[in-house]
């Protein structure tokens, strides 16, 4: 009896193994036309929905408790924020119609805009912004540290709030066009509680519906969004993508209408696509080396400056980027108010002055050091061609990748001679610079301390002219580029592509996508 | 039964062995799960506040302590990364992997049974070479490259099959069947390779022993030796390597969980290791080693039903 049930389950799993191979052709060819149809020309489908692609699941949702860029991406369309970044990175208003500032800068007056209702039926007043500001101020919040200069607020009305700043601090209407100007329903608030990060409503085009932790999150439309017209779809749906060559290939395949980012390699091959639209446009940040001022070798700074010199940054950003990224020297990228083409522009290699530093730092025939890097293949790949740019010079470097949570470990310990580490940068020139930079700043891991850094850094946080504050920033790049304390390599760019037939897209230089403009054609 | 009760009771200290071992593990990863999950633009002051938080300022045995005790209560905690409890990511999570590995399972057997059958049966002959240099090339190509190549092919320039957008079988089971085709494909092929060679091997062994010319001396025609009589003893070797294969996929569908954007098991973990998610990774393995030691304890059991020797042995102790 067993042996025949034997015989009889061999025979049909060889049965069924043609019947699948059967079975599989023939629905792959039926369902090869409904996907070309999403893919190429739009279909109905395809202007109810808008699919995104996203490098990263986006961990938490609540922008008083958000460090990751990828939540910004999303919450950018569940949130309005306060102010927004203009096509050419000017500050334009947001929910703040109209502003004034005092003369001795510490008093901030915003005008607010009528007819704002959050997505639960909030209405949006300045009883809504005070609460929003305090609820960042509060210890628990990530976004404290950026509003410790706002000592007051006061409501005179429903439209108007009155921020008094304990003294001057211009970076303040930056920092209101991200996190801390997001704005959150209140009533949301008190009712979700600690669960607002899995709940979160905003006044924004499109309103939260639902999350699966890894694989997609959805938003549907506001219906009663302030911008008539907007948004476009009637759900947005995030898709997960670990991988970003497969997020690329999800492009092509039409599985998503538009994404976050892509490798470098595929910006030449997606670009000769008419079907996509690639955007390849310097962002806010910049990427370099730390350099441990206070161990050998690089408490020695013609040591730095050897360094510093001896790195071909365009053939560097040629061979690693392939065009995805630009040539720098100073925190400032091209998107920046504080951008001077003059100062960010790399010097070229001059071996003889490099063996000039080398012999007056007491390293005639050179030296050899640690780089401590993400073992990401392009920051592997740009560790290694410096390696053989320094190698010329007699400076011999010893590559150690390390997994990322430990270079940060490393980084801020101090554990390192010298570390790869960058910055994702911001639209204030002040949130690129001061906490590299300043004494006391959080990002100072290279232990750099300069009185007079100090004081100009400070000086131009009070600075209200961006003109005036370009100066001053000027003033320290000469102190930085001479002292050498961490070694600008290049600014990296947004990479964002999407399908052809998708329209109103507007970039900027924060590289989010801020989809209510966005329609399908 | 006696003996399944035996086994189910040794593995009680082979999971404490294990939890202590994970909890112990993950504590020597460098790099503070803090400022991992605070990023780069942390304050100081943020993250001594956020390790309060998590618990992480106290002694390592106690938070052992403290967790093994919800462990045992079934609350493998929350997630540090997002505050979601782990035992929902992985309820979540666990059922995409293990019908990926159902899948995987099912390719290898209706690739490798047919065709390490008839290798070995026409052993010599131009099918068992085709067999054999299929499973040479099967064995040689990384599930990873071949996922990569079906997905090209199949879903960018042919659109037969999505490049992602898995759907949970309770919701669309043919829409959940159309996307985990090529998955299963780019990991089963090597399975079904590694079978399919074992099955051959151990197939040919069998056919040269006595019994089997006396089956056919007897006038037995040559099927009905092979199934009743061959297959039968060649399944033993087979059944060891499936069981560990299957052990072994649950690390292996990593690569294809990510080329396929499958929100699985293996993703999960693995970002739950980049991110520091202490609990979530502590949870997960957890679960992974108890999968593996019940996979082991289903094989051996699997043994008793192809081979009454094996029973026998155990039930007479």
Known sequence: MKRKALVTAMALLMGSGALTACGGGGGGSQNQTGNQAAAGAPSAASSDTLTVGLSADPPKLDPKLSTALVDRQVMINIYDTLFTIGPNNEIEPGLVEKYEVSQDGKTYTFHL????????????????????????????????????????????????????????YSP?????????????????????????????????????????????????????????????????????????????????????????????????????????????????????????????????????????????????????????????????????????????????????????????????????????????????????????????????????????????????????????????????????????????????????????????????????????????????????????????????????????????????????????TVSAQ | MAYVLQRIVTMVPVLFFLSVMVFGLIHLIPGDPAQVILGQEATPEAIQQMRMKLGLDQPVPIQYWHWLQHVLTGNLGQSLVDGEPVSHLIAQRLPVTIELAVGTIVVALLIAFPFGILAAVYRGRWLDAAALFTSTVGLSVPPFWLGI????????????????????????????????????VATGVREAAVLMRMLRSSLLDVLHQDYVRTARAKGLYGWMVITRHALRNALIPVITTGGLQIAGLLGGLVITEQI??????????????????????QGATLVAALLVVVVNLVVDLVYGVVDPRMRLGKESR
């Open chain 2, 149 to 184: 190549l079906l997905l090209i092919g199949f879903t960018v320039k042919l659109h037969w099959f999505p490049s992602s957008g898995y759907v949970p079988m309770w919701q669309d089971l043919g829409q959940n069947l159309h996307a985990m085709v090529l998955p299963v």
């Open chain 1, 172 to 516: 303040l209407l930056a920092i209101f066009t991200d996190r801390p100007g997001m704005m959150v329903s209140p009533t949301a608030v008190q009712k979700e509680g600690a669960d607002f990060v899995n709940h979160p409503v905003g006044s924004g085009p499109y309103a939260f519906k639902e999350r699966v932790k890894g694989d997609h999150v959805t938003l549907v439309k506001n219906p009663n969004y302030w911008q008539s017209g907007q948004p476009h779809f009637n759900t947005v749906t995030y898709k997960i993508f670990t991988d970003q060559n497969v997020e690329v290939a999800n492009l092509q395949s039409g599985q998503v209408q538009i994404i976050d980012t892509m490798p470098a390699q595929q910006v030449a091959t997606l670009s000769q696509n008419p079907n996509f639209t690639v955007i390849n446009q310097p962002g806010f940040g910049f990427q370099g080396l730390y350099l441990n001022v206070k161990q050998a070798p690089f408490d020695n700074k013609y040591l730095r400056e050897a360094v510093d010199l001896g790195i071909d940054r365009k053939a560097l950003v040629d061979t690693v980027f392939k065009g995805a990224a630009s040539p720098g020297y100073t925190p400032f990228s091209q998107a920046s108010s504080a951008y001077n083409q003059a100062q960010d522009t790399p010097p070229q290699p001059d071996p003889a002055k490099i063996k000039d530093l080398l012999a007056k730092g007491g390293k005639p025939n050179g030296f050899t050091f640690e780089l401590q890097t993400a073992a990401t293949p392009v920051t592997v790949q740009a560790a290694q061609v410096i390696q053989g740019m320094l190698s010329q010079y007699g400076i011999q470097v010893q590559i150690k990748q390390i997994e990322f949570g430990t270079l940060l470990d490393n980084a801020t310990k101090h554990n390192f001679q010298a570390s790869q580490l960058g910055w994702s940068g911001r639209l204030d020139p002040d949130q690129n610079i001061y906490s590299w930079f300043h004494t006391d700043g959080s990002q100072n891991d290279e232990q750099y301390s300069n009185p007079q850094v100090d004081q100009l850094l400070d000086e131009a946080r009070a600075q209200l002219d961006p003109q005036e504050r370009a100066k001053t920033y000027g003033r320290v790049m000469d102190i930085i580029h001479d002292e050498a304390p961490y070694v600008f390599l290049y600014h990296q760019n947004n990479l964002i592509a999407y399908n052809k037939h998708l329209t109103g897209f507007e970039y900027r230089a924060d590289g989010l996508l801020r989809l209510a």
């Open chain 2, 260 to 281: 396929f954007a499958l929100p699985g098991f293996g993703s999960l973990l693995v970002q739950a290791v980049f991110s520091r998610d202490y609990t979530t990774v």
């Open chain 1, 113 to 168: 805009r009528h007819g704002v209702t959050f997505q639960d039926g909030t209405p949006f007043n300045a009883a809504a912004v005070k609460f929003n500001i305090q609820r960042d101020q509060e210890k628990d919040s990530l976004q404290r540290s950026y509003l410790t200069p706002i000592v007051g607020i006061d409501t005179p009305d429903d439209y108007t709030v009155i921020l008094h700043l304990n003294k001057p």
